[in-house]
Nanobody, 124 residues
Framework: VQLQASGGGLVQAGGSLRLSCAAS????????MTWFRQAPGKEREFVAG????????SYADSVKGRFTISRDNANNTIYLQMNSLKPEDTAVYYC??????????????????WGQGTLVTVSS
């Protein structure tokens, strides 16, 4: 599976962005998909995850109520709608896929496939 993240950019605090992650491969619909982010000098952290069907989602406390993860299995794509952005949301955002987990895991090391990252910069 190859993942291609896009949609990052520069936005003012309070603004919105929508990230996309397009996947290749016929088994995309069976994968648990997540978004992680990594700010300069910090470890990669879990942002949001969605199970294979889209029926279960999970969010970091820092983004709950502001971000929404969704998936379109027909088009092999996941999305991260980010509203009410804050300067502390500034980071490189990565999408990741897990081929075997049936729950949404928050540890980066369990993810088999990663996108290249897309930079989100939120100005104050």
């Amino acid at each position: 599976v190859q993942l291609q993240a896009s949609g990052g950019g520069l936005v003012q605090a309070g603004g919105s962005l929508r990230l996309s992650c397009a996947a290749s491969g016929r088994t995309f619909s069976s994968y648990t998909m997540t978004w992680f982010r990594q700010a300069p000098g910090k470890e990669r952290e879990f942002v949001a995850g969605i199970n294979w069907s889209g029926g279960s989602t999970s969010y970091a406390d820092s983004v709950k109520g502001r971000f929404t993860i969704s998936r379109d299995n027909a088009n092999n794509t996941i999305y991260l709608q980010m509203n009410s952005l804050k300067p502390e949301d500034t980071a490189v955002y990565y999408c990741a896929a897990n081929s075997y987990a049936r729950v949404i895991l928050r540890t980066p090391s369990v993810y088999d496939y990663w996108g290249q990252g897309t930079l989100v910069t939120v100005s104050s």
